[in-house]
């Protein structure tokens, strides 16, 4: 019914950029909070950043600073600016959305991943 797609990802240099987007398509009536998870080999997923559909925002306290999220509303997209990568960033990196379907349900999706590689 609805799905998230992320791109973006890829190789960088530490101290590099990437910006990453997460679009979302389907029977879709409205998106309300977005955000991007992480995951690391060994480690626990964990948020790095979320948005509502109003535009506030909040960040895990590793990527203050360095990392912006953004939202396209009329696309049903999400960005995430990730500036001053470090090697601890590699992760694969997941959005998700909380949709309200034209049936009226509302559930979370979740994209499939892109991998974040930080390393000289």
């Known amino acids: 019914q609805v799905q998230l797609v992320e791109s973006g990802g890829g190789l960088v240099q530490p101290g590099g950029s990437l910006r990453l987007s997460c679009a979302a398509s389907?029977?879709?009536?409205?998106?309300?909070?977005m955000g991007w998870y992480r995951q690391a080999p060994g480690k626990q997923r964990e948020l790095v950043a979320a948005i509502t559909r109003d535009g506030s925002t909040n960040y895990a306290d590793s990527v203050k600073g360095r990392f912006t999220i953004s939202r396209d509303n009329a696309k049903n997209t999400t960005y995430m600016h990730t500036n001053s990568l470090k090697p601890e960033d590699t992760a694969v990196y997941s959005c998700?959305?909380?949709?309200?379907?034209?049936?009226?349900?509302?559930?979370?999706?979740w994209g499939q991943g892109t991998q974040v590689t930080v390393s000289s």
């Open positions: 389907g029977s879709i009536f409205r998106i309300y909070g």
């Open positions: 998700y959305g909380n949709v309200k379907l034209l049936d009226g349900s509302t559930r979370n999706y």
